[in-house]
Structures are given as structure tokens and as C-alpha cells.
């Protein structure tokens, strides 16, 4: 038996239903793109809250010293990398809180690793006017728009 061949009418249809189909995959391949990017920066930001309250308690504790007339929080996302001195070492050790600093998984390419691609809040600021200054209370994304939740990212 010879194969037949497809007609004009069957290869419309075929590459119609096929243009359907990859319609409707873009959307849902877009959705999670977007979904795996605010699971990172969740992460991201879980992970610089933990080692912010993880210096706190440590000049809490009395293992970083510290001013009286100062929070008690780090000066710098920096500071959280390069560590600083263990005040009950007696060899002079230091603690470090994070490896490195996480990338904003939003920030625009060139802005997206290092201290500099998040907002910092400190302190004496309020949580709705979020303002930089001698410590880091708080950090948060810089990127503009809401995540699925409609919640700016700068929220979150």
C-alpha cells in the first residue's frame, strides 16, 4: 500500500491546532517564569531577614560590641558577608552571617547582585517610608510591579 500524502486542508488544520496550542502554552510558560522568580526573591529575602536578626542577637548576646547608643543592627548588608570580630574569641575569630549577598531576581541586569540592588531600611524609619541610615533594620526589593499576590514587590 502506498503512504498517502496530506492534504492542503489537513496541514491548515494541523499547523492551526498547533499555533493553538503553543497560544495558549506562552501565557501559562510566562506565569512561571514569573512564579519561580518571586519564589527566589522570597528566598533572597528570607534569607538577608534571618541574618540581620541573626547579628542582632548576636550584639544582644554580647558577641559583637557594640555602642550603647547604637541598635544593635548591622551597619551594612556588607558587614553581614566580611563578618566582624567575636567579641568572646579570645583568639580574635569572626562571625559571618552570609556568604554573599543574594541577587534581586528583578533588578535589572546590571543592578541585580550586591548590596546595591536592594533597598535598605533602617531602624528610625517607618515601615511605609522606608528610608536608609546608620543601620540595616530591613531590606527590600527595588524592582517596580506587584507579584501575582498584587502585592509590590517593594512590599514584600
Known amino acids: 500500500m502506498k503512504p498517502r500524502g496530506f492534504t492542503l486542508v489537513e496541514l491548515l488544520v494541523t499547523l492551526v491546532i498547533v499555533g493553538i496550542l503553543a497560544s495558549a502554552a506562552i501565557p501559562m510558560t510566562e506565569l512561571a517564569v514569573q512564579r519561580g522568580k518571586e519564589q527566589d526573591l522570597r528566598q533572597a529575602l528570607r534569607e538577608m531577614r534571618n541574618a540581620i536578626d541573626a ?51 528583578f533588578a ?8 546595591m540592588a536592594w533597598g535598605m531600611r533602617s531602624y528610625a524609619s517607618s515601615r511605609e517610608d522606608p528610608r536608609e541610615g546608620a543601620d540595616v533594620f530591613d531590606v527590600y526589593s527595588r524592582a517596580p510591579g506587584a507579584g501575582l499576590n498584587d502585592v509590590p514587590y517593594r512590599e514584600w
Open 55 to 105: 547579628y542582632k542577637q548576636a550584639g544582644d548576646d554580647g558577641r559583637i560590641a557594640q555602642q550603647p547608643t547604637e541598635s544593635g543592627y548591622p551597619h551594612s548588608l556588607d558587614e553581614l558577608v566580611n563578618g566582624v570580630a567575636d567579641a568572646k574569641d579570645p583568639k580574635g575569630g569572626k562571625l559571618y552571617f552570609l556568604r554573599k549577598i543574594p541577587a534581586d531576581p
Open 108 to 115: 535589572e541586569a546590571t543592578d541585580k547582585a550586591g548590596a
